[in-house]
Nanobody, 117 residues
Framework: QVQLVESGGGLVQAGGSLRLSCAASGSIFSINAMNWYRQVIGKHRELVATITSGGGTKYADFVKGRFTISRDNAENTVYLQMNSLKPEDEAVYFC???????????WGPGTQVIVSS
């Protein structure tokens, strides 16, 4: 099993920055990729960014150039640096680990980001 805990959410003004953290524990050797998703109440959860075990990264078009996903292997932590935040970035942000065996994915409980205009 893999346990994930997000932190770093909070209230920020539009144009500001936040850095989210996702600390992983447990069977971290089984993790193939780490992802950040976000969800607004009443809407589907959407993929924001991915970082693979090889270090490759992918971003949703709506965050390209503003958000950066990174990881610290020594700390078993993945980060999401969010710059130039917009009111439409307001959501609950979730960390997800993709693993090689059932259940194939684990989710953290999420952290709320509020962007004031």
């Amino acid at each position: 099993q893999v346990q994930l805990v997000e932190s770093g959410g909070g209230l920020v003004q539009a144009g500001g920055s936040l850095r989210l953290s996702c600390a992983a524990s447990g069977s971290i050797f089984s993790i193939n990729a780490m992802n950040w998703y976000r969800q607004v109440i009443g809407k589907h959860r959407e993929l924001v960014a991915t970082i693979t075990s090889g270090g490759g990264t992918k971003y949703a078009d709506f965050v390209k150039g503003r958000f950066t996903i990174s990881r610290d292997n020594a700390e078993n932590t993945v980060y999401l640096q969010m710059n130039s935040l917009k009111p439409e970035d307001e959501a609950v942000y979730f960390c997800k680990a993709d693993v090689s065996a059932w259940p194939y994915e684990y989710w953290g409980p999420g952290t709320q980001v509020i962007v004031s205009s």
